[in-house]
């Protein structure tokens, strides 16, 4: 059983910064591509952010210049840090693993976290 578990999110005001964290535990053998998205009310899920396994990154143009994904493979984290907050950004932020566990190294198994609550308020 593989858990994605986030933090680092709350309530920040325009301008500010925040990481958002995301630990992957459980029977892991590799993490391969990462991602964070975000959505706000009443609208879609959206990609902000994603690493292969290959280390391309890839960016949605809102972010670009004030987000930075990266992640520590020791940690088994991903983290997603975010300068330069603006109101638009208030989100739900989920974070988004592709994996390979130890009994069925063949097969790529997605986790989604539970989604953490981003605030960009004065």
């Known amino acids: 059983q593989v858990q994605l578990v986030e933090s680092g999110g709350g309530l920040v005001q325009p301008g500010g910064s925040l990481r958002l964290s995301c630990e992957a535990s459980?029977?892991?053998?590799?993490?391969?591509?990462v991602g964070w998205y975000r959505q706000a009310p009443g609208k879609q899920r959206e990609l902000v952010a994603a690493?292969?396994?290959?280390?391309?990154?890839n960016y949605a143009d809102f972010v670009k210049g004030r987000f930075t994904i990266s992640r520590d493979n020791a940690k088994n984290t991903v983290y997603l840090q975010m300068n330069s907050l603006k109101p638009e950004d208030t989100a739900a932020y989920y974070c988004?693993?592709?994996?390979?566990?130890?009994?069925?190294?063949?097969?790529?198994?997605?986790?989604w976290g539970q989604g953490i609550p981003v605030t960009v308020s004065s």
């Open positions: 459980g029977s892991i053998f590799s993490i391969l591509g």
């Open positions: 988004h693993v592709d994996l390979t566990i130890p009994e069925a190294l063949d097969v790529v198994y997605s986790y």
């Open positions: 690493r292969t396994s290959g280390g391309m990154i």
